[in-house]
């Protein structure tokens, strides 16, 4: 069998691939109608009061069960697909360690450790619970944090090169197609229109990168096929990196922990009972889940070596699979990708209209739609900025996030009430500075293989001791 470096996606796909390919999208949209067709069926709502409509805009009422939980959760994790897919065909189990295994262990720190300790807050958002846990201050700086980190631009570009693969159409169009489309959804059915809509996005993303290892191993064989194809640095554990540029994505991986997607969740579902055992559960998922997607780019690589990284998996899966499998494989990695960029679009439009407004503006529905579009638009302008570099993306995110807003928090929860709101400012602050200045200075020798996280995470930690040093020194 013949492989193409390149497809044409428009002559590839058969009418049947294109019939099924429209009808999951057909599907999402209809269970995103169920799930408001619901919520007017529910007496809560018939009950015109603002704040149980502002619960049930964010946060679905609290009223999330375990099976909405875990599906919800699981979707919403995997929008970059061909971000992870690139770095698995470029550097193979590299992946499955730096995008996979660290983060299993922040799941499991959140699940056991974290989900108990935030309930008691009754908070609505991430930067609400930090403003509750030290002060206003860190609730607004926490803010500015949370909207950086939530910005679904990674989600934007991996849609918008979906949309390019399929109509051929430029980058920037296609990303202002796909977010329009998002916006318009999430807009109409708030956090209830994303729960629903993750329920078919989930088993149908699942289902798809499972297909893609099966004809797979039906085509070519198991890990002797691969072995014999690939390089030997893609079955380290580093993937011909150092352990330090290795340990940096474990770092990231705590992110985890302070990542608004998962406290949005655990403060809508219904007990603790259900967050704790509904995280645990994903965990499960998202391991065989990654080893799908991580085997289905090493057989790509294996196979089409030359092809453009980005796009190598989607190019291999087109061309291994049959009429009709072809067509829910590529639904499968559009759902996936749709089922992330609308929480990050939605949980970035709650940050600008609820954590980043003064009171007074707090819970207007017009302020949430306008927050959502304006996101949407910057979300698109940086997807451009970036050029299209997904890779870079979740990296300078994630380092200004695990470096300068981790550890605060995490220390709020070993020692509760002991941090003060200017003492989390000063430390949030001077990590900020640290790393904009490690990523902007020319280093040479032993320095320049020190990651600007490392060094956020060392000022953030000095700024907090030497903070509470000076305050206990004032008081003496």
Not at 22 to 37: A, E, N, W
Not at 79 to 86: A, E, S
Not at 195 to 214: A, K, N, P, Y
């Amino acid at each position: 069998m013949n492989f193409d470096l390149t497809v044409d996606y428009r002559t590839i796909l058969s009418k049947l691939d294109w019939i099924i390919f429209f009808g999951v999208l057909l599907l999402t949209f209809l269970s995103i109608i169920y799930g408001q067709h619901l919520k007017n069926k529910n007496p809560k709502n018939t009950i015109k009061s603002k704040e149980l409509g502002f619960l049930e805009l964010l946060l679905m009422g609290r009223q999330l069960t375990l099976p909405l939980f875990v599906a919800t959760l699981v979707a919403t994790w995997y929008g970059g697909i061909f971000g992870v897919t690139k770095i698995a065909f470029e550097q193979g189990v590299f992946n499955f360690i730096t995008q996979g295994v660290f983060w299993y262990v922040s799941y499991i720190i959140f699940a056991f450790f974290i989900t108990h300790k935030v309930v008691k807050y009754k908070a609505v958002t991430l930067p609400d619970l930090i403003e509750k846990m030290f002060g206003p201050r860190s609730g607004k700086l926490s803010a500015v944090f949370n909207f950086f980190n939530v910005l679904p631009i990674a989600y934007v570009i991996s849609l918008g090169l979906l949309i390019q693969a399929l109509f051929g159409i430029s980058l920037l169009l296609s990303m202002i197609i796909g977010i329009t489309v998002v916006i318009i959804y999430t807009v109409y059915g708030g956090f209830r229109a994303i729960v629903f809509s993750d329920i078919i996005q989930f088993f149908v993303m699942c289902l798809g990168v499972f297909l893609v290892v099966v004809f797979s191993y039906k085509l070519f064989g198991g890990i002797g096929f691969l072995k014999a194809n690939l390089p030997a640095e893609h079955f380290t554990l580093t993937g011909g990196e150092g352990l330090a540029a290795t340990l940096v994505w474990g770092f990231i991986a705590l992110s985890t922990l302070v990542d608004p997607n998962f406290y949005q969740r655990v403060f809508a579902a219904k007990s603790v009972k259900v967050a704790k055992r509904g995280i645990l559960i994903s965990t499960i998922i998202w391991i065989l889940f990654d080893i799908c997607t991580t085997s289905g780019a090493m057989y790509a690589r294996a196979v089409i070596p030359e092809a453009a990284s980005d796009k190598a998996y989607l190019i291999y899966a087109l061309q291994i699979l049959p009429n009709g499998v072809r067509g829910l494989v590529l639904a499968g990695i559009l759902a996936t990708i749709l089922s992330t960029l609308d929480s990050y679009l939605f949980i970035a439009g709650n940050t600008v209209s609820f954590d980043m407004m003064p009171r007074k503006y707090r819970g207007q529905i017009t302020m949430h739609r306008l927050g959502i579009l304006t996101v949407g638009i910057i979300a698109v302008v940086m997807g451009v900025i970036f050029e299209g570099n997904i890779k870079e993306v979740w990296k300078t995110l994630g380092s200004y996030s695990t470096s300068c807003l981790l550890l605060p928090v995490l220390y709020g929860y070993i020692f509760p009430g002991k941090i003060k709101d200017w003492q989390f400012i000063f430390a949030s602050v001077l990590g900020i500075i640290s790393v904009s200045t490690w990523r902007n200075i020319t280093l040479g020798g032993f320095w320049k293989n020190i990651d600007e996280l490392y060094i956020g995470i060392i000022a953030t930690s000095l700024g907090l001791i030497f903070y509470g040093l000076a305050e206990k020194i004032k008081n003496m």
